[in-house]
């Protein structure tokens, strides 16, 4: 299997090492990991910013359901943007890397459980659901998973960089993270693994537990539903949500939540490259593009863009 050393600057209190040679087929493995890489970022960019605007265009879209949708094509971006670009390029530091990778992290481990529950309250309270999920309702939801991110992330970065680091300046992954980051530090980071840890079952089990007992509810209402039409829509609603939140959670549970005597650098850069790269790509594909609304809605978008660009286009809310 090959492995890529990814190198990043670092505080000025790493002692540097001189670089090992590379062999002579490095170069070649790490272009093509570029473009693979360059490529994938690519297609999630344009999937979710074409989410984001159907959404936006489209008023048949404006429901809670929708918006947490495009709040998550959002977050996903923005979660891409902090990690891909600097795996190519570098461009970002460490420390800055660190933060918006895991702000936008955990703002999606919230965001996926606030779509659990818009699902839970449109399958198993639907005469409430407007009430329920109005657009404050909404607002706060999204609103309170960005600022627990953003809070996570300050605990978190502020924790590391407070460490006095000795050993090279080479971090072995594909981009900053916490427990490669730790292992270069020359001091005892027990209190700091211990903080990485309780974060780790805040944003991931906590989440996890809300969505499976959500599920619970959801399925034994489904059961009950009468007609086999009526239980495969039920289904169909929700599929896609679980599908992502099964990649996302169980790959990000296998790296936080695991000992630290059973975490091999190989296997989790495997695993990381699967959450932090797949993940975001899916988002667009399984979560949106699958829904019939959004292909309607997508169908109208280009009518109005045909529309607008003879000069004969209405108001996009009302298209």
Do not use: W
């Not at 502020?158 to 971090?171: E, K, N, R």
């Amino acid at each position: 299997m090959i492995i890529i050393t990814h190198f990043f600057p670092l505080p000025s209190s790493f002692r540097p090492r001189p670089p090992s040679v590379l062999k002579p087929n490095s170069t070649a493995h790490r272009l093509g990991f570029f473009f693979v890489f360059l490529t994938l970022y690519l297609l999630t960019l344009f999937g979710n910013v074409i989410i984001v605007i159907v959404i936006h265009l489209d008023h048949h879209l404006y429901t809670p359901m929708y918006f947490f949708l495009s709040m998550l094509s959002i977050s996903e971006t923005c979660y891409t943007v902090a990690i891909i670009p600097c795996m190519l390029s570098s461009l970002l530091s460490c420390a800055t890397q660190l933060f918006f990778c895991l702000t936008f992290s955990i703002n999606n481990c919230f965001l996926l459980t606030a779509r659990g529950y818009d699902c839970y309250v449109a399958i198993c309270n639907p005469l409430q659901y407007s009430v329920i999920m109005g657009k404050e309702s909404c607002i706060q939801l999204a609103s309170g998973s960005l600022g627990i991110g953003l809070g996570m992330a300050i605990v978190q970065v502020t924790s590391v960089f407070g460490l006095p680091f000795c050993d090279a300046f080479v971090i072995s992954h594909f981009f900053c993270d916490m427990r490669p980051l730790l292992k270069l530090a020359c001091t005892d980071t027990t209190v700091n693994e211990i903080i990485n840890f309780v974060v780790s079952v805040f944003v991931l089990v906590l989440p996890m537990g809300l969505v499976f007992i959500s599920y619970v509810l959801i399925i034994s209402t489904i059961l009950k539903i009468a007609s086999a039409e009526g239980q495969k829509k039920a289904f169909d609603t929700c599929a896609s949500h679980l599908t992502v939140v099964i990649i996302y959670y169980g790959c990000a549970s296998i790296i936080y939540l695991k000992p630290k005597s059973q975490s091999f650098l190989g296997q989790d850069r495997l695993i990381s490259m699967t959450y932090t790269v797949i993940t975001p790509l899916l988002n667009p594909i399984v979560y949106s593009l699958r829904n019939k609304e959004v292909k309607d809605a997508l169908c109208r978008a280009r009518e109005y863009i045909g529309l607008y660009n003879s000069g004969k286009a209405q108001n996009p809310a009302s298209f």
